[in-house]
């Protein structure tokens, strides 16, 4: 098939390098014009696992990155709409990127396309593109045909490649069952053991992509809260969450105890939840508790390192291992380290900071921030730090040198918002460690 890709981040480029890889011939578009450029010569600048490679393996044979819309529209069968849909400034969800698209599919279409909205949309707003779509070809005075679908995405960043290759589950929401073969016929390979399709209206398409998002950060706030409650009373999370994961209707997926999610889908989904359930007149109370806990749960973890010096940050350093929100990306969007870093600067501390990919995207962010210190090498940050903080899971983190980490550090004090170590083994290395939901000793 021949499959135009509009929206060339991290969701468009890897459906586009995933299909073309497949033996379709992809047609990826960007209004990023030196974006396009870059990948046109093979360079990608989105850590993603597998996606580098899967890009130059395919690259000019089978996968194409054009800045002309207009060609790659008319070269291709099936359109697939990828731009971001970021969240406002009120919280609600940004459809200005995606509108411009479905109104430069409008303005270039000459024959019959299927149109394709992957990006994540609140429920109604597919429909919402078709119209503004088939507002600009009436605009046109011509006679063109289009069916439009809801295929929403649900790659992990750091998975996304092996999300995309291997679904649990493929969502595709549709008006006209005649779509069902080509679905069928273009997700093919991706089903290969046993059928992944899901075919559905397009409301409960759009709709299915947000309750899965909020779901998931429900389970991760809930262990959060009852984290609060175990180190209150004395318990151990850690047993805790065995526990109740060894319970197949919880299982352990998303209940490890954190210091909160971070990434632009979970903020922005259930944002968008709230905002549109409340125009419709319907409070979404569980949702926004949800999001109250993840942030009460940042302040909740920083807090302990204040109070461990005393209110005395000023003049104080600490070393940072893990920027990205998860291990396996360079995307900080809404992660805690950017939450972390303004709080310790207006405290007039100084922070060192290593992360194996995201250093400098928080770069970027904090050009102007004297007190921040890059490292490449996360012992070297550790050195002369008053204490270590450890935000991201990178598999590095699991088993370091602990008599180097000790000897760097002008404290044995390490907290841990991801509860990597053995908190017995640490006390007997002379470390003072501090867990989410885990009494110190």
Known sequence: MNIGIIGSGNVGLITGACFADVGNKVFCYDINLEKIKDLSKGVVDIYEPGLDSLVNKNLNSSLFFESDLDMVISKSDIIFLTVGTPMSKAGETNMEFIYNAADSVGKYINNHKIIIVKS??????????????????????????????????????????????????????I????????????????????????????????????????????????????????????????????????????????IYPSVGYGGSCFKKDLNSMINFSDKLGHSLEIIKAVEKVNLNQRDYFINKIIDEFENKISGRKFAVWGLSFKPGTNDVRESVSIYLINKILSLKGELN?????????????????????????????AESADALILLTEWPEFRSPDFDLLKSNLNNPIIFDGRNQFNKNDMKKRGFKYFQIGVPVI
């Open 120 to 173: 994540t949309v609140p429920a109604s707003q597919t429909h919402a593109i078709k119209n503004r779509i088939q507002k600009r070809i009436n605009n046109r005075k011509i006679n063109v045909k289009f069916e439009i679908a809801n295929n929403p995405e649900f790659l992990k960043e750091g998975k996304g490649i092996s999300d995309f290759m291997s679904p649990d589950r493929i969502i595709v929401g």
């Open 353 to 381: 900071l290593y992360d194996p990919k995201a250093n400098n995207n928080i770069k970027n962010l904090f050009y102007d921030a004297d007190s921040l210190n890059y490292f490449d090498d996360k012992y070297k940050a």
């Open 175 to 254: 008006d006209n069952d005649n779509l069902k073969n080509i679905f069928e016929s273009l997700y093919r390979p991706f089903s290969v053991n046993h059928e992944k399709l899901i075919f559905m209206d397009i409301l409960s398409s759009e709709l299915t992509k947000y309750a899965s998002n909020a779901m998931l950060a429900t389970k991760i706030s809930f262990m959060n809260e009852i984290s609060i409650l175990a180190e209150k009373v004395g318990a151990d999370i850690n047993n805790i969450r065995k526990g109740i994961g060894s319970d197949q209707r919880i299982g352990y997926s998303y």
